[in-house]
């Protein structure tokens, strides 16, 4: 389902990748994701839910739970997925300390400390676009996923 279906209020997990997957990487990831979606149940009820990888960086799933909601189980198997991801890739997807960050039309990311020593050395600054990963619904995700500095958690990280 592409996630542009589900509604407003839908839950979402954002997994950034420690580093930007190559193009069949991610054709081989959306096949996954895609068979992991459709296969996706809570107590035996198959969730409405939305799988998708953004910028080569993210993987994003999505979940409507206005009809049932994801139980403990399902969101196991959820990370398990993930872990798959992240192990056969050898990729980093649970790296929370890691801030991305777009320059220059290029998505970056740099540990928190190195991301706030940029900013106190003037490379990034308010305006710089970051991925608050923090999101929780969709519609949070379309309207702040991708916004400036100052109009993220991030901006407490401004001198």
Known sequence: MDY???????RVWIYQSSRTLSEKEVEEIKEYGTTFIENWATHGTDLVAAFEVFYQRFIVLFADESQIKASGCSIDSSVKFVKDVQHAYQVDLFDRLSIAFRTNGKIDSLRMNDFQNALDQNNLNEKTIV????????GEFESS??????ESWHARMLS
């Open 145 to 150: 996923w991708e916004v400036p500095i100052k």
């Open 4 to 10: 542009k279906k589900l509604p407003d209020h839908s």
């Open 131 to 138: 991925f608050n990963n923090l999101v929780q619904t969709k």
